[in-house]
């Protein structure tokens, strides 16, 4: 199938032949499929005409599929219980992709990662997405988000953020030994984790807004037919009629009914030191 691109289409192809990082599909031959797939799916988004959502390509003499979109979040159990309530839509398939594949494993190249994935027809409505681990979201190395870009520039991200005072005083109380006596510093990692806006504003400079859905825990759970048809509208998806007795429960962190003296102190050092 050949393509005609627009200078700017061109440019991005060109861009992914001349990728560095030899981490990317292992060969210039690998990194053609990746661009020409991608290729071909931009003309076609230009043109209105229907594809696969989900980049695929040619890797290995296999068909390869990469997740259509990261659910990313500083806590696990909220981005692993919007997977299994995507999960009820007929077009989103299950899989086996690594969460820790951005933070942890990404040195063991694309071709392994990809294997957790189904390989989806072109035209196909199927999607697969991928729950990411919650160091992905908030990654001290501005290298992992860019290694993200790289790799699937057109997924969409879907960031679940919690109540960051629940993430702080369990941060606090999980820091702390049975005397109340904090066992651990706050030093400038472990403020981060509760920065939303920086992070938000680092990932904000390699995506486009409209690549980016934000959520608090509390919409989710509170709001869940709402968010869930907004997720739908987001993420390319047949629309479908959700009903709250048929999801399941969305993840809240639990926070004390009376806030500690100890996390009260934590809060002003945190307030005080951002």
């Not at 189904?118 to 501005?142: K, N, W």
Request: glycine share 4%.
């Amino acid at each position: 199938m050949s393509t005609v691109l627009t200078p700017q289409e061109e440019a991005f192809v060109v861009s992914l032949l001349n990728l560095p990082d030899p981490k990317l599909p292992n060969s210039t031959k690998g990194l053609e499929h990746v661009a020409n797939a991608l290729s071909i799916q931009l003309n076609l988004e230009r043109r209105g005409i229907p594809h696969a959502l989900n980049p695929c390509f040619l890797l290995e003499q296999k068909r390869t599929c990469l997740p259509h979109y990261l659910i990313l979040s500083p806590s696990f159990n909220s981005s692993h219980s919007l997977q299994q309530n995507l999960l009820l839509h007929p077009h989103v398939l299950d899989n086996e992709g690594n969460p820790n594949f951005f933070s942890h494993d990404y040195h063991s190249g694309i071709s392994v990662f990809a294997q957790g994935f189904p390989p989806i027809d072109d035209f196909s409505p199927y999607v697969v997405g991928l729950a990411t681990s919650p160091e992905t979201f908030y990654h001290s190395d501005f290298h992992v988000f860019r290694q993200i870009r790289e790799t699937i520039p057109g997924a969409r991200l879907i960031f679940i953020l919690p109540d960051p005072k629940r993430i702080l005083e369990r941060w606090t109380l999980e820091n702390s030994d049975s005397s109340g006596e904090l066992t651990k510093k706050i030093d400038n990692a472990t403020k981060r984790k509760f920065n939303y806006g920086q992070i938000l504003k680092e990932w904000l400079s390699l995506f486009p807004r409209e690549q980016v859905f934000v959520v608090t825990e509390q919409e989710l759970a509170n709001y869940s037919r709402l968010a869930m048809q907004r997720l739908t509208r987001f993420l390319d998806l047949r629309p479908i009629r959700w009903e709250k007795k048929q999801l399941g429960p969305f993840y809240i962190t639990p926070s004390n009914d009376v806030t500690s003296p100890l996390t009260s102190d934590v809060l002003k050092t945190f307030a005080s030191s951002s």
